[in-house]
Every structure is written in C-alpha cells, then in structure tokens.
C-alpha cells in the first residue's frame, strides 16, 4: 500500500478516506466489469412472485468505484456506533420487492448498494437519483444525497434521518 498524506485535501473526511483506503480504495478506482456483472445479475434474477430489480447508472457507478469494499470505520463515533459495510449489491438480491415498495413510498426506483456488516444486517441501497437509504428491522433510514455523503454518514457515526410518510 502506498503511503498516504493524511495532511492533503481529500474528497472525503479524514476518517471516512482512512478507512476506505485501508480496504483498497483509492481516487480513480473503477471496475465496471464487476459492476456489469452485478447488474446483469440483478437483471436476471425474479422473486418467486415475480418482482425484479431495476437498475440504473447510480447504481452502476457506486458498483465500479466501491464495489467489492469491506469497509471498517477507523474510530469512534460522533452520534452513534460507527458502521462497518460491504459494498455488494447481490446482497440485496432477494430484496427487489421490499426495495420496489420503498421506491414506490419515495417515487424513485431503488436498487441494492451493499450491507451494513456491524451486526444490523441492514441492507443499503440507492436510488436513481444517487441517494443512499439503509433498511434494517427498526425502519428505513436516509443516509445522504450521494455515495460520500452516506459512507460519511456510517463511517463517522453520524446519525442518519429516518424515513417516514412526510420523508
């Protein structure tokens, strides 16, 4: 791993950029390969009752910059735990109608980002527009406007805003 000036101006908090440079990020990553594989298999796929993914550029260029990252905070919290992910959208693949119902309820379209690993389960996801929502037993949570804002959001413990009819 190349060595790292942690005293430049990076796009993300101090943090949030250890972090993810810790689990091989780096400015300029892109496998869009692996990011067309994960779309075609989301594509493919149909729950049992017919409901299936959809999935957009948002989606795909999250896939191809973060795709494959196991992310682990590197300190404490501001608000909350700090929340270690994987960025891995078939783990959200039996979820197309849970992730329909939200898009639906936000009028957008929802597609699966990853997981949150730190014992929550919950599931991460975006939508067309790039933002960033996680969904776990105790609701549905908007994490930040785009892909930087929601890694921020879970990497520092920052507490993140939860859905509800007026959201």
């Given at each position: 791993?190349?060595?790292f000036?942690?005293t430049a101006?990076?796009r993300?908090?101090?943090p949030?950029?250890?972090a993810?440079?810790e689990a091989?990020?780096e400015p300029g990553?892109w496998?869009?390969?692996?990011?067309?594989i994960w779309?075609?298999?989301?594509?493919?796929?149909?729950?049992?009752?017919?409901h299936r993914?959809?999935?957009?550029?948002a989606?795909?260029?999250?896939?191809?910059?973060?795709g494959?990252?196991?992310?682990?905070p590197?300190g404490p919290?501001r608000h909350i735990?700090?929340t270690?992910?994987?960025v891995?959208p078939?783990?959200?693949?039996h979820l197309?109608?849970?992730l329909?119902?939200l898009?639906?309820?936000?009028?957008?379209?929802?597609c699966p980002?990853?997981?949150?690993t730190?014992g929550?389960?919950a599931a991460?996801?975006i939508d067309?527009?790039?933002?960033v929502?996680?969904?776990?037993?105790?609701?549905?949570w908007?994490?930040g406007a785009?892909?930087?804002?929601?890694l921020?959001t879970?990497?520092?413990g920052?507490?993140?805003?939860?859905l509800t009819?007026?959201?």
């Open positions: 791993m190349r060595a000036d942690r101006a990076t993300f908090p101090v949030v950029d250890a993810l440079r091989g990020w990553r496998n869009i390969t692996q990011a067309e779309a075609d298999a989301l594509r493919a796929h149909t729950s049992p009752v017919g993914h959809t999935v957009f550029p989606a795909v260029e999250a896939w191809a910059e973060f494959g990252l196991r992310i682990v590197a919290g735990a700090p270690p992910l994987v891995d078939l783990r959200g693949l197309a109608r849970t329909a119902d898009g639906r309820a936000l009028g957008t379209e929802i980002l990853g997981e949150e730190g929550t389960g991460l996801a067309a527009e790039g933002r929502y996680s969904l776990d037993h105790t609701g549905d908007y994490l785009d892909v930087d804002q929601a921020a879970l990497l520092t920052t507490t993140p805003t939860r009819a007026t959201h």
